[in-house]
């Protein structure tokens, strides 16, 4: 005699069209579904015969509708402010986050992961750190978990893991155009990990601009810090003779450049120029105030929200690739408004 299985959720969720996670939120009545797909679950459920267990269910409801965030750095205040932005606007949507921070390794970020996974999380976003990182996305691809690379792209299959990020490219061409116009002629790049992929997306940008108007490329890389950025500032006034402006490859860097510069006798928006990236909350509260590219880090958080809540619920992956805008915003570093230091 023949046993038919009983029913499951998977069962539920491929008759219907839609994520395990979808089905799972419908059988917790969240109120995160639309009306219109928790319809579709239930029809999908009735006609499959699916009984759901609340018994069992109740004892995984602590972990339900989670959503996982590791970042890569938290100590930098672009993803303090992005991962905030983040979590507010998925609580919007009914979900929790779970926030992790794996400081640039990869077997740390394997162990948050790797933990996440069991504790049921509906998504994965990933600001990844560098490295041997094919362990991290092969457990969620096992998963069978939506995960969503942020901000840098670590893992090439963008088909299963999308990436969302700023336009870099765009920035660093609108930054190094805008210190030519501002009347620079030797212009260093200052900043990041030599071959990192976000490195060389913010370092094309300056390297096309520069090559437009023949001029040579300075390039100053190293760590994305203060430190960095102090002691690179020291090394152009002692070794670089006639610098005259720096794109950085974040505002942590041009801060940085910032208090080399006053140490050296560099006169900010007039001697030296200099336009920081990401536009972090910070450098309008400089003195001066840095000029930066602005990458909407606020709105980045928002779109990342929105794209893993319709992934969960609705089945629909984005595209593989998805580049928010950027703009510049021009302070009294870059020379525009040095008539204000007078």
């Known amino acids: 005699m023949s046993v038919t299985r009983r029913p499951t959720i998977?069962?539920?969720?491929?008759?219907?069209?839609?994520?395990?996670?979808?089905?799972?939120?419908?059988?917790?009545?969240?109120?995160?579904?639309?009306?219109e797909t928790?319809?579709?679950?239930?029809?999908?459920?009735?006609?499959?015969g699916y009984v759901y267990n609340r018994a069992a269910a109740n004892l995984r409801m602590s972990n339900a509708g989670l959503v996982g965030?590791?970042?890569?750095?938290?100590?930098?205040?672009?993803?303090?402010?992005f991962a905030t932005s983040l979590q507010m606007a998925l609580a919007d949507r009914g979900y929790s986050t779970?926030?992790?921070?794996?400081?640039?390794?990869?077997?740390?970020?394997?162990?948050?992961?790797?933990?996440?996974?069991?504790?049921?999380?509906?998504?994965?976003?990933?600001?990844?750190?560098?490295?041997?990182?094919?362990?991290?996305?092969?457990?969620?691809?096992?998963?069978?978990?939506?995960?969503?690379?942020?901000?840098?792209r670590v893992d090439?299959?963008?088909?299963?893991?999308?990436?969302?990020?700023?336009?870099?490219?765009?920035?660093?061409?609108?930054?190094?155009?805008?210190?030519?116009?501002?009347?620079?002629?030797?212009?260093a790049f200052v900043g990041g990990l030599a071959?990192?992929?976000?490195?060389?997306?913010?370092?094309?940008?300056?390297?096309?601009?520069?090559?437009q108007h023949d001029l040579e490329p300075v390039v100053l890389t190293g760590k994305s810090s203060r430190a960095f950025g102090r002691d690179a500032a020291r090394r152009l006034f002692a070794e670089a003779g006639g610098v005259d402006a720096a794109v950085c490859f974040n505002d942590l860097v041009a801060l940085g450049m910032l208090s080399g510069c006053h140490e050296v006798g560099w006169n900010i928006g007039t001697d030296f120029l200099i336009v920081g990236f990401d536009d972090i909350e910070e450098v309008a509260q400089s003195y001066p105030a840095l000029s930066s590219?602005?990458?909407?880090?606020?709105?980045?958080?928002?779109?990342?929200?929105?794209?893993?809540v319709d992934w969960i619920e609705n089945g629909n992956p984005p595209p593989p690739e998805t580049r928010t805008k950027v703009s510049l915003s021009v302070r009294q570093s870059s020379g525009a408004l040095a008539r204000y230091l007078l």
């Not at 998977?10 to 639309?34: E, F, M, Y």
């Not at 928790?38 to 499959?48: T, W």
């Not at 088909?159 to 002629?185: K, N, V």
């Open 98 to 152: 779970v926030i992790a921070n794996t400081d640039e390794s990869p077997t740390l970020q394997d162990q948050v992961v790797g933990s996440m996974i069991e504790h049921g999380v509906s998504a994965l976003i990933l600001c990844a750190a560098y490295g041997d990182t094919a362990m991290t996305f092969d457990a969620a691809m096992r998963g069978g978990i939506p995960t969503l690379q942020m901000l840098r």
């Open 195 to 211: 071959g990192r992929a976000v490195t060389e997306e913010r370092k094309a940008g300056y390297l096309q601009v520069l090559a």
């Open 69 to 81: 965030l590791v970042i890569n750095d938290l100590r930098n205040p672009f993803f303090t402010e």
């Open 10 to 35: 998977i069962d539920v969720a491929k008759h219907a069209g839609v994520s395990k996670s979808t089905v799972s939120l419908v059988l917790r009545n969240s109120p995160a579904v639309r009306e």
């Open 293 to 308: 590219v602005h990458c909407d880090i606020a709105g980045i958080g928002i779109t990342a929200a929105q794209t893993v």
């Open 156 to 187: 090439n299959r963008l088909d299963r893991f999308p990436l969302i990020a700023p336009d870099y490219l765009s920035g660093s061409l609108a930054a190094t155009q805008h210190l030519i116009e501002q009347g620079a002629r030797r212009i």
């Open 38 to 48: 928790r319809v579709l679950v239930r029809n999908a459920m009735a006609e499959i």
